[in-house]
């Protein structure tokens, strides 16, 4: 059973980094056949897909082009975990954020999430 | 403002079919397969159909779902009170190289 454990601060001043850590087990993140992915849910932005990392042969990633600035996802395939970096957070940075899984199975589809960390942007 | 368009309520009585539509356009719902999440309160999104039209393991039947051109629709028939969450429609989008959420549609079971 693949799960995904999430771990990281629930406070960030602004200006400072967000970094969260998803913890994987029952798979490999650098499986071929799946793609580990950060998204965030708040009020007032709803469901948003920050980007993903995955392995074929080699390491690709892609991010959402209204933060291609400020992130990074990266892979630790030693503690099979994948991590996000999201620099010079505002309030409006304030969101649950979830990792999860897409597997390639015909089409793409997140299958699973991590718990969820609510991370608040302030002082 | 988000990508896909969803209607934000939606409502039935138990027994009722009910259909939430989730509208969208040529790079995302017309290029691609379209996956349904249930969210209840606090709790991650679980997914209910995949690639369209397919349930996991452990949906139960009276979900269901379709596509046709840029729009996607999910059913729910025998509505039941536990059905009562919110639902989100999620694509891929080629232009953006990324994926795309609805806005959601919060189901009320009255």
């Known amino acids: 059973q693949v799960q995904l454990q999430q771990s990281g601060p629930g406070l960030v001043k602004p200006s400072q980094t967000l970094s969260l850590t998803c913890a994987i087990s029952?798979?490999?993140?650098?499986?071929?056949?799946?793609?580990w992915n950060w998204i965030r849910q708040s009020p007032s932005r709803g469901l948003e897909w920050l980007g993903r990392t995955y392995y074929r042969s080699k390491w690709y990633n892609d991010y959402a082009v209204s933060l291609k600035d400020r992130i990074i996802i990266n892979a630790d395939t030693a503690k099979d975990h994948f991590s996000l970096h999201l620099t010079s957070v505002t309030p409006e940075d304030t969101a649950v954020y979830y990792c999860?899984?897409?597997?390639?199975?015909?089409?793409?589809?997140?299958?699973?999430w991590g718990q969820g960390t609510l991370v608040t942007v302030s002082s | 403002q988000s990508v896909l368009t969803q209607p934000p309520s939606a409502s039935g009585t138990p027994g009722q079919r009910v259909t939430i539509s989730c509208s969208g356009s040529?790079?995302?719902?017309?290029?691609?397969?379209v996956n349904w999440y249930q969210q209840f309160p606090g709790t991650a999104p679980k997914l209910v159909i995949y690639i369209n039209n397919l349930r996991p393991s452990g949906v139960p039947d009276r979900f269901s779902g379709s596509k046709s051109g840029t729009s996607a629709s999910l059913a729910i028939s025998g509505l039941q009170s536990e059905d009562e969450a919110d639902y989100y429609c999620?694509?891929?989008?080629?232009?953006?190289?990324?994926?795309?959420f609805g806005g959601g549609t919060k189901l009320t079971v009255l």
């Open positions: 029952g798979d490999s993140v650098s499986s071929n056949s799946a793609a």
């Open positions: 999620v694509a891929w989008d080629d232009s953006l190289n990324g994926w795309v």
């Open positions: 040529s790079s995302n719902i017309g290029a691609n397969t």
């Open positions: 999860t899984r897409a597997v390639a199975d015909g089409a793409h589809y997140f299958d699973r």
